[in-house]
């Protein structure tokens, strides 16, 4: 069974531009949250989706931004980039919204360097 | 609001030798913990979990974690250490109405040495 698929792995952007980052959950799971990491702020919550709708966000500006689609696949954007979003940006997913007894399970990540 | 506190962000243990990362919590209702490892360049992996019942929980790779709700702790331990535990350790802690939002510890690097 094929993990959670993050895409691109690595990114390279230069203060003022926007990105768009790609989630692909584990087949049969609906529920997608993102996490920003970093060294200095550790992991943090940035927003979840379930049923192509946001259920939960994260005390981030909103320059972060997310979306699902029918199919589950998620994305999230960040808009004039700042240097402080250099980060791993993280993708888990679930099978369902709100039932913690289904983990979430992590993709690689995408590291995001911002110039 | 909830919290998690992982004492030592670095941990250096012999190859053969006991593993203890110590985790934390505060939570004004009965929470769901869980331990996750990441590894170099790699995302987070599910070590093990408690949400109800028996308080011991074993994971994988030989690792288990006993929540006290007494102490409001959830250590996690390995009784022989091998060099391929060598990563980042993370307690994470979720409460029922935050719906799949983890609250995380800062991380507990392990070191194993021959």
């Known amino acids: 069974k094929a993990g959670v698929t993050q895409t691109p792995r690595y990114l390279i952007k230069t203060r003022g531009q926007q990105v768009t980052l790609s989630c692909s959950p584990i087949s049969g799971h609906r529920s997608v949250s993102w996490y920003q990491q970093t060294p200095g702020q550790g992991l943090q919550f940035l927003f979840e989706?379930?049923?192509?709708?946001?259920?939960n966000k994260g005390n981030f500006p909103g320059r972060f931004s997310g979306r699902q689609f029918s199919n589950s696949r998620s994305e999230m954007n960040v808009s004039t980039l700042e240097l402080g979003d250099s980060a791993l940006y993280l993708c888990?997913?679930?099978?369902?919204?709100?039932?913690?007894?289904?983990?979430?399970?992590f993709g690689d990540g995408t590291r995001l360097s911002i110039l | 609001a909830q919290s998690v506190t992982q004492l030592g962000s670095h941990v250096s243990v012999s190859e053969g030798a006991l593993v203890l990362l110590r985790c934390n919590y505060s939570s004004s209702v009965p929470p769901y913990l869980f331990w996750y490892v990441q590894y170099p360049n790699q995302g987070l992996q599910l070590l093990l979990k408690?949400?109800?019942?028996?308080?011991l929980v074993k994971g994988i790779n030989g690792f288990e974690a006993e929540f006290k709700k007494s102490e409001t702790s959830f250590h996690l331990t390995k009784p022989s250490a091998h060099m391929s535990d060598a990563a980042e350790y993370f307690c994470a802690l979720e409460t029922w109405g935050t719906a799949s939002k983890l609250t995380f510890g800062t991380g507990t690097r392990l070191q194993v040495t021959l």
């Open positions: 408690y949400t109800t019942g028996a308080t």
């Open positions: 888990a997913s679930s099978l369902v919204w709100g039932y913690s007894n289904q983990p979430q399970h």
């Open positions: 989706y379930f049923s192509e709708t946001q259920r």
